[in-house]
Structure formats: C-alpha cells, structure tokens
C-alpha cells in the first residue's frame, strides 16, 4: 500500500497550500491598504471642498447681512443679490469650478434659529424691515472619489459621487467695539436728553459758508485717538473720507476737533453719495447709495421732517429707494447716475453714525479736541448746491438704540447696548 506522507486532501503539498493562503491573505491586505490610502487622499479631497465652500458661504452671508439695515423695504432683493455676488465669487471643485448660489439658497429670519425664509416668500412688506440674520447654504454635488473606489471590488460595497454642504449665518446685530462713521458732528443741544434734544425724524440744519460751518446745528470734524493722535490717514482729507467709509478707527473713546479750511472742496465728496459725480471715479469705486433722490424745503415739509420712515423705507412717493430712484439734476457740472446704475453700484450710504458734541466747545476754541458726548444714527437729505444753501440731516435717533437703521461697518465685540450701535458679524 502506497503512502502519501507530506500531502493533504487535495493532494496538494503542505507548503503549496501555505503559500496559497499567503498570497491570498496578501491581495486583500493589498485591497485594505489600497483602501486606506484612497479613503485618506479622497477624505482629504471632501476637507478641501468643505473649506472651499465654507468660504464661499462666509462671504455670502457677510455680504447679504450688510444690507440688513431696516432702511429698505426691498432690502432682502439686494441682500441675496450681494450675497450671490459675494459668494459666487469663489472657486470649488480644488478651485477648478465657480461656486454655485441660487436665491433660494440666501433666507433669512428675525431669529438664528429660523424659521428661514427667502426673500421671495417674505416679499417687500413691514416684515422685510424686521430681519435680522442671513444664512447661506452652498453645496458641491457629483464628486468623483479619487481612488475609493477600489473598495467597490469587495462584494457589498458600492462606492458612488458625493456631496458636500456647507453654510453660514450672519447677524446684523452684533454690537459694535469699532465702526466707521462721518467726518461731521451733530450739535448737543440737551445734554440731558438721551436723545440729545432731538426727535426721530427731525431735521437737523446747518450752512455751510467758505471755512468751518458756524451756523446750524451740525459742524465738520476731524476724529482723535484717546492720546490726542489724530485718527485719520495722513495721506487722506475729508473729502476722501466722504467718497469712502468714512473714519472707520472710531471706538468710544474717540475724542473730535472742528475741522478747519475750505468746505467747499467736500461738495464733490459729499454728493457721490447721492450719485451726483463729478471730478470723482466711477460708481464702481466711489459708491452712490442705492438711491440718490433728495429732499428739501422745495420738496418736503421741513418742519413735519420723517422723510426716511415716512416715504424714503418704502415703495412710492417722491423717493423710491426700492425702485433706486436717481437724483434730481442740480447743474454745476454734477451728472446723476441713472437708476440701472444705483442699483448696479449702490450701497446704504445716506443711512450714517455721527458724533454728538458739544458745538459751544466747538466754537469757543476751534483748535481745541474734545470729548463726544455721544453717537446719532443720521440721514442724509440732500446734497451739497452753494455755500449760503441749507444742507439737511434727518435724526434717526441714538445710534445704540434698538431698532436703530444703522448698521456701521467695523469690528463686533462692544458687548451688549454698545454707543456705536451694531456692525454684521458671523454668528455660525
């Protein structure tokens, strides 16, 4: 009888068999750590979109929110237009792709937990006026795995494209340790009033004569630090100040001087904000606001005042801002853009913080900083014609109180009922 020492059932020799179990357990090692590779460089492909997203969402909600300032009722229109612009302005795909934004994907809410809504479901109503925070939510859709794929060779597994969300909310609220505010000064004429003498609505007046304004009840300023270290860029006047943000290193311990010297020279500054140019860049870089329609005495009841809240906010009148009414024709050389235009380029620039000081200490000692007494949230009516011309600012109250139109650009943190009112800021 023969005998098969060395041999299984097979037949096979032992260390056949041992080698075959080997290489077996080899080539799914090999599957497995094929598969740790991919799934790290595909994991690192999704981080990447995430980031790439994220930031396209960042500057979306950051851009809706900044026109979130209850000072338009068609606000949430431009606010998703801004923040799309903003957002769309990002690449995806390992920066192969623009990033896609749609006007649903831009809510809104009075409330950062919801409910969200476009601005197409809340319409042009009081409720627009009301909205508070913006959220923008961008996906990439479609991604092709890089390599995980070579998972799929395992039975079960299905590996297919992915998705990846991200998305951000903005709030207008947030109060303010620094904004930007005008190169003016607003008189305190009761410094016992919280309102420092003035109603919401009123008109504020001054003339403005060649040298500093002495008449009226607003002056020209220029901004300090709490070392007496003026504030402003040396390379840069009052009239830059007036085509641009404004100063924008204000913080409550900002003190002020009167501002000496031509005033006629801030005219051209001053009237780009009504989008009168002239002798001025274009509308791309010094920004109109989004409407450059004026109010005075030959158009308005000065002493009835509430041009803003009254007509200005909403939908028809003499000033339509919803529909970018352009400004009346003044001559001079100033040239109106048109309302395609206001729209394309405008911003809130008539809806402003000012200081409030003490005007007696103004005039007394010209040369002299003071300290401010506090900060007002104004209007800007109308623009500069000639010196002997009335120029006019509506109060729109103490900057800092609830519900105040203004929404300042600077640098949140000033803790809750800040003097400066509020400034965006993202919140998640």
């Not at 079960?156 to 000064?185: K, N, R, W, Y």
């Not at 009123?202 to 008449?215: F, K, N, R, V």
């Not at 311990?253 to 020279?265: L, P």
């Not at 009148?317 to 235009?341: D, F, H, K, M």
Request: net charge negative.
């Amino acid at each position: 009888m023969n005998s098969r020492q060395g041999h299984g059932p097979t037949g096979l020799p032992a260390g056949a068999r041992e080698r075959g179990a080997i290489a077996a357990s080899f080539a799914v090692m090999v599957v497995l750590l094929l598969g740790f590779v991919a799934l790290g460089l595909d994991a690192g492909r999704l981080f990447v979109s995430k980031t790439e997203l994220q930031n396209a969402a960042d500057a979306c909600a950051l851009a809706a929110v900044a026109e979130i300032a209850g000072a338009n009722s068609n606000q949430l229109g431009l606010a998703t237009g801004y923040g799309i612009a903003a957002g769309t302005r990002n690449l995806a795909g390992m920066q192969s792709t623009a990033v896609s934004i749609a006007p649903g994907d831009v809510t809104f809410s009075t409330s950062i937990s919801g409910p969200w809504q476009s601005a197409a479901a809340i319409g042009t109503g009081a409720a627009a006026l009301t909205m508070r925070y913006v959220r923008c939510v961008v996906s990439e859709s479609g991604i092709e795995p890089l390599m995980i794929r070579v998972l799929n060779a395992v039975p079960g597994v299905s590996i297919g494209t992915q998705t990846v969300d991200a998305f951000a909310v903005a709030s207008s609220t947030e109060p303010a340790v620094t904004v930007c505010a005008l190169p003016l000064a607003v008189c305190n004429v009761n410094s016992g009033d919280p309102d420092f003498g003035y109603s919401v609505g009123e008109w504020i007046q001054a003339q403005l004569p060649s040298g500093t304004a002495t008449t009226g009840t607003f002056r020209w300023a220029e901004f300090y630090d709490a070392n007496n270290n003026p504030l402003a860029d040396q390379n840069k006047d009052l009239e830059d100040l007036l085509t641009e943000s404004g100063e924008c290193k204000i913080s409550t311990a900002t003190r002020v001087k009167s501002a000496q010297g031509e005033i006629n020279s801030l005219k051209d500054g001053w009237n780009t904000r009504f989008g009168l140019m002239k002798n001025v860049g274009d509308p791309a870089v010094t920004i109109p606001d989004y409407s450059g329609c004026w109010y005075d005495g030959s158009n308005w009841d000065i002493a009835a005042g509430n041009a803003f809240h009254g007509e200005f906010v909403l939908a028809g009148g003499i000033c339509n801002r919803s529909a970018n009414t352009p400004a009346q024709a003044i001559g001079q050389g100033y040239s109106p853009l048109t309302s395609a235009q206001h729209l394309q380029y405008g911003g809130n620039r008539r809806v402003e913080i000012v200081p409030v000081v003490d005007c007696g200490a103004f005039d007394d000692n010209p040369s002299q900083i003071i300290d401010i007494d506090g900060w007002a949230c104004i209007f800007m009516l109308n623009p500069m014609t000639g010196p002997t011309d009335p120029i006019f600012l509506e109060y729109l109250g103490e900057a800092g109180a609830t519900g105040s139109p203004c929404r300042g650009t600077g640098r949140p943190g000033g803790g809750s009922g800040s003097p400066l009112g509020d400034v965006p800021a993202l919140v998640q």
